[in-house]
């Protein structure tokens, strides 16, 4: 009586892996466009958030700040604002009465611009 080999062919195994290709070649990308829509709203949010900081302190002091150091923590008065992972702020420039300020992820070297002249932030920049 012959015996019965149990496995699985070459071929099968070839399909099995051009297969699970495909399938890699197809996630992947997307799943790194999902990672920097993810950063850009997380960018906007901050830039959103850091204008708001500093209407309250207008509204507490009566005057914008005439400058704010760059970094991943804001101080504004009494108050500090933390950004995100990988965000960083810088580049405030004041000019009676709007400011403009800059939010720039290091992970995917990109930014957003938030002008309180033109209404708020630019996500074109992105």
Do not use: C, H
Request: aromatic share 12%; proline share 3%; no cysteine.
């Amino acid at each position: 009586m012959k015996s019965v080999k149990k496995g699985f062919t070459l071929i099968e195994l070839l399909v099995v892996v051009a297969i699970i290709a495909i399938l890699a070649a197809i996630a992947i990308p997307q799943f790194a466009k999902y990672r920097e829509n993810a950063a850009k709203a997380s960018a906007v949010a901050d830039a959103k958030n850091i204008a708001t900081a500093i209407e309250s302190y207008y509204a507490d002091t009566q005057s914008f700040p005439s400058s704010i150091s760059d970094g991943s923590i804001v101080p504004l008065g009494t108050q500090t604002f933390s950004l995100s992972k990988n965000n960083s702020f810088k580049g405030y420039y004041y000019n009676n009465p709007s400011y403009t300020f800059v939010v720039s992820n290091t992970a995917f070297n990109r930014s957003v611009t938030f002008n309180s002249a033109t209404g708020g932030v630019d996500v074109n920049v992105w």
